[in-house]
């Protein structure tokens, strides 16, 4: 061989065995990553999909789809893992108490589809074991810090997008609503697909949802809206007190607070507003003693602070929040002390697997 191409044959070997010799060598990834990826990425699209549409229905069946889904993944996941000759599990004390929770569960729809209104138990039993898998899988495929925050990304600008639709529909869709039915009636009933006419109490029962100016976006109740939206108003605000990183990131995660917040506050919902106040001092709380021997934010404390105020103010100035919210709050309350009452005696009848999943509501007419 000669010097020449020897040269050139010791030159090609060297870049072959080292990374930083011409085009870094990308690192080898672990068996399995890029399919654990893509099932990571279809459990993503299955959180964002699940709040799209209304949850209230689930006793009739419209989540069933998601469940398959659902399902389906955990199928791939275990013939994954099964092909892999080392099996790795993360399994640990709250992983059996949800299994426990959901198996506990199942055996009450089982039984409830006997001895109670059978569809709707074994409907909300396939929504339970949706959940369960769902709780498992993301525990399993979740693996790093990164992964885990942009999960949490994800599901914070569902959250914003969720609350920006209900801006909208209390600024621009419900109005417009209520002014096509006080042009024309009827032909507002036509198009909302009822069948009854102008004037009949159904009618009434219609206009006065109508009036009402509590957003809902993609669900069926105010409050299960304001349910959904103050837990991730919280993990903005957490966000900011407890850690995130850069000043930008801080003002980024504040101005995405706004919306959500002013969302919240035209919901009316009293158990919401009861509920993201004792988050938010618990918040503090923990950013308090957490910590200890460091700089506390006060800067940014006061600054969420600010933005609980600001919701509060732009949806009483918007007309969003009157009165009657605190007026009325005795007579609520009153309602469900009567709904807390009649629920212990039904616990009292049925203690160990209660009236079955998705029964509640057939049940309750009986105390």
């Known amino acids: 061989m000669s010097k020449r191409r020897r040269k050139a044959t010791d030159r090609a070997s060297v870049q072959r065995e080292s990374p930083s010799a011409g085009h870094a060598a990308s690192p080898a990834l672990p068996p399995g990553h890029s399919g654990r ?47 892999r000759p080392r099996w790795e599990l993360r399994f640990g004390w709250v992983d059996a108490a949800v299994c426990a929770l959901v198996a506990w569960h199942t055996l009450a729809g089982v039984v409830a589809a006997f001895t109670g209104s059978p569809r709707p138990a074994v409907n909300m039993t396939w929504e339970w074991l949706g959940m369960g898998l769902s709780f498992l899988l993301a525990r399993q495929l979740v693996r790093t810090e990164r992964e885990g925050r942009a999960i949490m990304a994800v599901m914070i600008a569902l959250a914003v997008g969720l609350a920006g639709y209900g801006l909208y529909e209390y600024a621009v869709e419900m109005p417009a609503k209520r002014a096509a039915y006080a042009a024309d009636p009827a032909a507002a ?19 006065d949802r109508l009036q009402s ?53 035209l919901t009316k919902s009293r158990s919401a507003y009861v509920a993201s106040a004792v988050g938010f001092v618990l918040l503090g709380v923990t950013a308090w003693y957490g910590r200890r021997g460091k700089r506390v934010p006060w800067k940014w404390a006061i600054a969420a602070g600010i933005v609980l105020v600001v919701g509060f103010g732009v949806a009483l100035v918007a007309g969003g929040l009157d009165r009657q919210v605190a007026t009325e709050a005795g007579k609520s309350l009153g309602y469900r002390l009567q709904y807390w009452q009649s629920t212990l005696r039904m616990m009292a009848d049925h203690p160990v697997l209660g009236c079955g999943p998705g029964n509640y509501q057939f049940a309750y007419t009986q105390y």
Do not use: H
Request: hydrophobic share 60%.
């Open 189 to 207: 009933l036509r198009e909302a697909d009822w069948s009854f006419e102008p004037g009949t109490p159904q009618a009434k029962a219609f206009e």
């Open 37 to 83: 990826m893509w099932l990571l990425m279809g459990v993503a699209a299955l959180f964002v999909a699940r709040p799209l549409f209304p949850t209230e229905s689930a006793t009739r069946g419209d989540g069933l789809p998601v469940v398959m889904l659902w399902i389906a993944l955990a199928v791939f996941w275990l013939l994954g893992a099964i092909g």
């Open 213 to 265: 100016t509590e957003p809902l976006a993609t669900f069926a109740l105010t409050n299960s809206l304001a349910g959904y939206l103050a837990p991730w108003l919280l993990v903005l605000l957490g966000a900011v007190l407890l850690g995130i990183r850069g000043r930008r990131a801080m003002l980024f995660a504040l101005l995405c607070a706004v919306p959500v917040a002013v969302c919240l506050m």
